[in-house]
């Protein structure tokens, strides 16, 4: 199988804090796993490529200081939200890649709904 | 940026009825991905496509990409219920990383 977790499943925090999410490959290894971004009624928004390892690549619009990735195994990424604002409340969904039959496939976490106050 | 258009962004059907939903590039596509996406949940990949003209069927889904790989379908034939959900279709970019860029989806609700 290809199993991703993620941690917390919801989170609700002040405006100010920061919040660190962590995606996990339970049964394989992803050198590279993804973060998306998805707001209600709209479409997964590619945040960054978080590559073990290295840094982390972030889409145009993403603001690197402001979600921090780190990825410190090939098992487990993070991401963290700093001084979190209410727009950034929103649901966050990591994937990470799994070669398949000369596929490379994406799997995704159930995700993380954060909510800033 | 790349983009892939999908329509219609929303659909309702009886149960019993077909679905189609469609994507569209203005650019030739390397591939195409289909997810399933129930509501409250997260994407699940159904289906890769990667050559012109292929057709892939799983039971009652049926999958096509366009001859000049600038298009694709997803068809449901007799849907039911547990069908609700919101189909995307994306394109990996194969430039080392394997990023995802989504379509804006389809939402399917299917009235018993």
């Known amino acids: 199988g290809a199993v991703v977790s993620q941690h917390p499943s919801r989170v609700i925090c002040k405006s100010g804090t920061s919040v660190k999410i962590e995606c996990r490959s339970l049964?394989?290894?992803?050198?590279?796993m993804f973060w998306y971004r998805q707001f209600p009624k709209q479409s997964l928004m590619l945040m960054a490529t978080?590559?073990?390892?290295?840094?982390?690549?972030?889409e145009q619009g993403v603001e690197k200081d402001k979600f921090l990735i780190n990825h410190a195994s090939l098992t487990l990424s993070t991401l963290t939200v700093t001084s979190a604002h209410p727009e950034d409340s929103s649901f966050y969904i990591c994937?990470?890649?799994?070669?398949?039959?000369?596929?490379?496939?994406?799997?995704f976490g159930p995700g993380t709904r954060l909510l800033v106050l | 940026g790349q983009q892939v258009m999908q329509i219609p962004q929303y659909q309702h059907v009886q149960e019993g009825e077909d679905f189609t939903t469609y994507c569209n590039s203005s650019?030739?596509?390397?591939?195409i991905q289909w997810y399933k996406q129930r509501p409250g949940g997260h994407p699940v990949f159904l289906i890769q496509?990667?050559?012109?003209?292929e057709v892939k069927k799983q039971k009652r889904l049926t999958f096509q990409f366009g001859e000049a790989k600038k298009n694709s379908s997803l068809h449901i034939t007799a849907t039911q219920t547990t069908d609700v959900g919101t189909y995307f279709c994306?394109?990996?970019?194969?430039?080392?990383?394997?990023?995802?860029?989504f379509g804006k989806g389809t939402k399917l609700t299917v009235n018993p």
């Open positions: 978080s590559n073990e390892g290295s840094k982390a690549t972030y």
């Open positions: 994306a394109e990996s970019f194969q430039g080392g990383s394997e990023k995802l860029v």
């Open positions: 650019t030739t596509l390397s591939n």
């Open positions: 049964d394989f290894q992803a050198t590279t």
């Open positions: 994937s990470a890649g799994k070669p398949s039959g000369g596929v490379e496939t994406q799997y």
């Open positions: 496509l990667v050559k012109s003209g």
